[in-house]
């Protein structure tokens, strides 16, 4: 319990004694966290922006006409079978005349006399939950003799599916270069504070200290120093955030950005996991080289 | 307590620093090795506290075989050596008093522990009121005498001192010299690398001499009665 103590101490009283070092390793740290907090926060908004996207798809099943209610009804039982159908409603040509109708509001008298032959046809109205069983609707009915044509916004998901899978790739493989930046930077601060130690690390030796009593302070310093950076990311990501999401939801009132509370307590985390992870890394990698521990 | 048995050390391109070198020590003795420069000396002294291994032969440290120890084993047979250098090896950055109470600890000793033996040793090198003083503010003796703290405060069995007045006037060495002593008659074994002659001259006890890598004098002088009683007849030259 004292020898942890002792650590901390000397984690701390090593920042202290090269201050200027120990900053340089925070703000180099808190860069490359930066770029990881952004890229994470754009991830969140990317996913939301995908799930909000589909959320908004639809599948129509246009119908032949003349299908026997039994028929429809069978129909509409499969489909609502499939997974992530969440909803299949049928509207009938009457209520989509009527739909159109309210659309043209008070223009609605044009359609007056349409009703005699009405165009419109009858279809189910299909809510999916994601854009993967757009797909699987449209394969299940594709054949089916009653219905007439299918119509969904095919090419809009599909491109949204495979730019949001590449751009999470991408995502996934920027931050992995950031955080070899940064594990880089942290064994160099470590790797000169062991250095600046190496008389006291000697005595250290002489005087009976086990390696991990040497080991611990830098493993604590490495972590202060890249948690210390992973902080000042998170901070400067939320205040640019935050005025960024004020900005848009004056102006861009129908893009779903998430608030910052939703995301900050992911993001820092993740950020904060990542540093402690990573300067720990780091210390334990320098001292590989330089205490041959 | 320690013992060499027929020990070699070549270091990289073939240097031979010892050869064949048997010799022991006994609890409470005070042993100065001396020799000209190159002899050997210091290797020998780094092999007590396995800061070298034998290329051949054993050193044995109170019973136990260095070259078998394991690796994990070192920290703690070192918290049973003290040793002390010519150029004292205090930290900068840390008073007295924090130079002598880092080698507590790092060996995860409690405070109140720490600032007893701490107070304690400093007071046996005569520095209680110095402690709060940088090493920069201390002259060579005191600092010397803050690293010889430092090396007892642990209450090691041995003490090891590489030429440990080489950087002190004849006078503050003789002193230094004195307090090594205090220390032996404590009943800790003492090792001393020196040159300075007048010294040894003064202090007469047993005498190890060195000459490129081989013993070739060990004798106890006049006045030298054993263990406890050594160098008695030199002290108050
Ligand atoms: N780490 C080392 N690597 C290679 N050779 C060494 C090493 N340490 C000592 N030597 C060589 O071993 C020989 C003995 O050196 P040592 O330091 O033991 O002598 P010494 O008696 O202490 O000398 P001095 O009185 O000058 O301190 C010398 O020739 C020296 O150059
Ligand atoms: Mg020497």
């Known amino acids: ?293 | 307590m320690i013992e060499f048995r027929n020990v070699s050390k070549v270091y990289d391109h073939n240097i031979r620093a010892l050869a064949g070198v048997d010799f022991r020590v006994g609890k409470g003795e005070f042993v100065f090795v001396v020799g000209p420069s190159g002899a050997g000396k210091s290797t020998m002294l780094r092999m007590v506290y396995r800061e070298e291994l034998p290329s051949e032969g054993q050193v044995f440290v109170e019973g136990r075989d260095l070259a078998r120890l394991r690796a994990a084993s070192v920290p703690y047979l070192r918290r049973g050596i003290g040793v002390v250098f010519q150029d004292f090896k205090l930290l900068p950055s840390r008073t007295t008093f924090e130079n002598v109470a880092f080698a507590l600890e790092v060996t995860g000793a409690r405070s109140y522990e720490i600032k007893r033996r701490t107070t304690q040793a400093l007071e046996l090198v005569g520095l209680r009121g110095r402690q709060r003083a940088y090493p920069h503010e201390l002259s060579g003796g005191e600092q010397q005498r803050t690293s010889l703290a430092r090396a007892v405060v642990n209450s090691p069995k041995i003490l090891v001192a590489d030429e440990p007045t080489g950087n002190l006037d004849p006078q503050t060495g003789r002193q230094l010299m004195q307090y090594l002593h205090n220390i032996s008659l404590m009943g800790t074994t003492v090792l001393v690398a020196t040159h300075a002659r007048s010294i040894v001259d003064e202090f007469q006890c047993r005498v190890v001499r060195l000459e490129r890598g081989r013993i070739v004098r060990d004798d106890q002088r006049a006045g030298y009665f054993g263990p406890l009683s050594a160098c008695a007849d030199g002290e108050e030259v």
Not at chain 1, 35 to 41: D, I, N, Y
Not at chain 1, 173 to 198: D, E, H, K, M, P
């Open chain 1, 1 to 293: 319990m004292s020898l942890f103590g002792y650590c901390l101490r000397e984690a701390r009283k090593s920042i202290g004694r090269n201050p200027f070092l120990s900053i340089a390793t925070v703000f180099t740290a808190a860069i490359a966290l930066l770029v990881l907090a952004t890229f994470l926060l754009g991830a969140a908004n990317l996913q939301n922006l995908a799930e909000f996207v589909e959320r908004q798809v639809n599948v129509a099943i246009f119908l032949r006409d003349g299908v026997a209610p039994a028929d429809r009804d069978s129909l509409k039982a499969n489909v609502a079978g499939i997974a992530g159908v969440e909803e299949i409603t049928f509207v009938s040509r009457e209520t989509a005349l009527q739909r159109l109708r309210d659309k043209f509001g008070e223009n609605a008298a044009l359609l007056d006399g349409i009703d005699e032959f009405n165009p419109l046809r009858d279809s189910l109205e299909v809510r999916v939950g994601s854009a993967a069983a757009v797909d699987l609707v449209a394969e299940a009915v594709k054949a089916s003799p009653l219905v007439d044509e299918i119509s969904y916004g095919k090419e809009l998901v599909a491109r949204l599916v495979s730019v949001t899978r590449a751009l999470r790739l991408g995502i996934l493989g920027l931050a992995g270069l950031l955080g070899l930046a940064t594990l880089f930077l942290i064994q160099n601060s470590i790797r000169l504070s062991v250095f600046a130690r190496r008389e006291e690390i000697s005595i250290m030796r002489l005087v009976g200290a086990t390696d991990s009593v040497i080991r611990w302070p830098l493993v604590f310093e490495g972590i202060v120093l890249a948690a210390g950076g992973a902080l000042v990311a998170t901070l400067a990501v939320g205040v640019v955030y935050q005025w960024l999401w004020q900005a848009m939801g004056r102006n861009l009132a129908f893009l779903p950005v998430l608030p910052l509370a939703a995301v900050l307590g992911r993001v820092g985390g993740v950020v904060v996991l990542t540093g402690v992870v990573i300067g720990a890394a780091g210390a334990l990698l320098a001292m590989r080289r330089w205490l041959r521990v």
